[in-house]
C-alpha cells in the first residue's frame, strides 16, 4: 500500500471530534480578515503588509556556463585541470573531443531553461534561480496539530512580494472541520507562482500538504521548484551557531530578536485550546508566529542561498 493510499486510510479512522462537528462555539474576535466561503466549506483568511523586498541572489542564468561540473564525467581534478589549461566556461568545450558533445548538450540545456535536468546534473539552487524573478516565488509556512499528516492542519501561510512590500495571506480553520476549505484555497491560490519557498518544507510542509489532500480526496502534488532554506542553512551555518532553527537565522543574520513569540512545540495544544474556547488571544499568538516565519525567510533568502565560500 502506497504512503497516499495508508494516508487516506488513516482519515478513515480518525474520531468523531476531529470532524468538527462537536465543536460549538462560533468563531469570535478574530484578527481583521474575510471568511471565504467556496465549494469546500467556509474557511478565515487575513491578510497584512509588511515593509520589504525579495531580494534574489542572482538573475543571470548565464553562470551556469562557469560551472563545469554540470558536464558528466568532470569532478574537481578534471574541473581544475582544464581551467589551467584556459578553459573558463562550458562554451569553450564545444569542441573538445572528449567533452563536447556533453558541453553542446549542457548548453541546450541551459538555453532550455530545463531546471529538473540541470538540478539532476548538480546545479545548484542559487544557479537555477537566475530564471525566476521575485514574482515568481510564494513562501509557504503551515501550523498543524501533530507531526503527521493523518494530523490535521489548521493555518497555511503564504507570502509574496507585491506593490513593493511582502504581502501575507493566512487561510486559517477556525475549526477542525474548515481544514478542507483550507486546503482548496489555498491550492487554488499557488498556481500562480513557479517556486515554492519553505524552511524544511522539502521534508514537513509540503508532504504534509500533499498528504491531507489525499485525506481529503484532492490528491494534490506540487508542480513548483522547491527551494528548502533550512538546507542552506545547515550548509553555511551548521557548528558557526548555536542552531539553525529559523529564529536562530533571524536573529544572527537579520539582527532581529522576537519579543513574546509562541514556540512551536506548543502551537498544536494552543489551536485545540482555542477551538473549545475560541479565545482569540489564542489564536492570534499563532498567525504572529507564522506571519514572522515567513516574513524571516523572505528576508533571509538572499544570505541563505548563495555559493559556498
Known amino acids: 500500500m502506497s504512503l497516499f493510499q495508508r494516508l487516506a486510510a488513516l482519515k478513515e479512522k480518525l474520531p468523531d471530534n476531529l470532524t468538527g462537528a462537536a465543536e460549538i462555539p462560533e468563531p469570535s474576535g478574530l484578527p481583521e480578515g474575510r471568511e471565504v466561503v467556496g465549494p469546500l466549506g467556509s474557511c478565515y483568511v487575513i491578510e497584512r503588509r509588511y515593509p520589504g523586498r525579495v531580494i534574489l541572489p542572482t538573475q543571470d542564468p548565464g553562470q551556469l556556463l562557469a560551472d563545469l561540473r554540470l558536464l558528466?564525467?568532470?569532478?574537481?581534478?578534471?574541473?581544475?585541470?582544464?581551467?589551467?589549461?584556459?578553459?573558463?566556461?562550458?562554451?569553450?568545450?564545444?569542441?573538445h573531443p572528449r567533452w563536447g558533445e556533453e558541453a553542446r548538450a549542457v548548453i541546450e540545456l541551459i538555453r532550455r531553461g530545463d531546471i529538473p535536468a540541470l538540478k539532476a546534473r548538480g546545479a545548484a539552487d542559487y544557479q537555477w534561480l537566475g530564471y525566476f524573478s521575485s514574482g515568481d516565488l510564494v513562501f509557504l509556512d503551515i501550523e498543524t496539530t501533530g507531526l503527521?499528516?493523518?494530523?490535521?492542519?489548521?493555518?497555511?501561510?503564504?507570502?509574496?512580494?507585491?506593490?513593493?512590500g511582502l504581502m501575507v495571506r493566512q487561510f486559517l480553520a477556525r475549526r477542525i472541520g474548515e481544514e478542507k476549505a483550507v486546503l482548496g484555497a489555498v491550492l487554488a491560490e499557488v498556481p500562480r507562482f513557479r517556486v515554492v519557498v519553505t524552511y524544511n518544507g522539502k521534508q514537513f510542509d509540503i508532504p504534509y500538504i500533499e498528504g491531507r489532500s489525499v485525506a481529503h480526496r484532492m490528491f494534490y502534488r506540487f508542480p513548483h521548484q522547491q527551494l528548502d532554506l533550512l538546507y542552506h542553512a545547515r550548509r553555511?551555518?551548521?557548528?558557526?551557531?548555536?542552531?539553525?532553527?529559523?529564529?536562530?537565522?533571524?536573529?544572527?543574520?537579520?539582527?532581529?530578536?522576537?519579543q513574546g513569540d509562541i514556540p512551536g512545540y506548543l502551537i498544536p495544544q494552543t489551536y485545540l485550546r482555542y477551538t473549545r474556547s475560541q479565545d482569540p488571544a489564542l489564536i492570534r499568538d499563532i498567525l504572529e508566529h507564522n506571519a514572522l516565519d515567513l516574513v524571516a525567510l523572505a528576508r533571509l533568502i538572499h544570505l541563505l542561498v548563495r555559493q559556498v565560500e
Open 148 to 164: 503527521w499528516a493523518n494530523q490535521p492542519l489548521f493555518l497555511v501561510g503564504l507570502l509574496w512580494e507585491e506593490d513593493a
Open 72 to 95: 558528466r564525467g568532470i569532478g574537481p581534478v578534471t574541473d581544475e585541470a582544464l581551467r589551467c589549461a584556459g578553459c573558463r566556461d562550458i562554451s569553450g568545450l564545444t569542441t
Open 236 to 258: 553555511h551555518y551548521r557548528g558557526r551557531l548555536p542552531d539553525c532553527r529559523l529564529v536562530t537565522m533571524e536573529e544572527h543574520l537579520l539582527g532581529f530578536q522576537r
